[in-house]
């Protein structure tokens, strides 16, 4: 139960902190950047706000826009930027696309993208309090 000094359940709480990191570095890579992933590390660990770490390592203005509905939610897919939401379970997802029927999404704990109901992905989504992140282009 024991690895490196941390129980199961710390290994399973880094492993959505790192989790949040990742996506926020697809964002970089998708900006072209190529973010010092252990600088920004520290600076989430600093609990700096979200808005700061991406203007830092993206270069773009971010937005924590959490609790809106759904559709304002991923309102900056239509802009061109993709968005970071959370499910229940505290795994964090990076938004790339969505229709009337369907969310394509990344799971950085996944091999592959993902394309899921929207009906199922919005639950998911509400559940853990529509958290969205994203930055403006």
Do not use: W
Request: glycine letters at 8%; hydrophobic letters at 35%; aromatic letters at 14%.
């Amino acid at each position: 139960e024991y690895v490196s000094g941390m129980n199961l359940s710390q290994m399973v709480h880094l492993k959505y902190i790192f989790n949040s990191e990742y996506c926020i570095y697809m964002m970089g890579i998708y900006e072209g950047k190529n973010p010092e992933y252990a600088a920004m590390q520290e600076d989430i660990a600093a609990n700096k706000p979200i808005e700061d770490i991406l203007l830092k390592y993206i270069g773009r203005q971010g937005t924590d826009i959490t609790g809106c509905d759904f559709e304002n939610g991923l309102y900056y897919l239509c802009k061109d930027a993709p968005v970071i939401t959370r499910f229940a379970d505290g795994t964090y997802v990076l938004v790339t696309s969505y229709n009337g029927q369907r969310v394509r999404y990344i799971n950085p704990l996944e091999d592959d993208d993902i394309v899921e109901e929207r009906k199922e992905f919005e639950e998911k989504v509400h559940d853990s309090g529509n958290v969205f992140i994203s930055y403006v282009r």
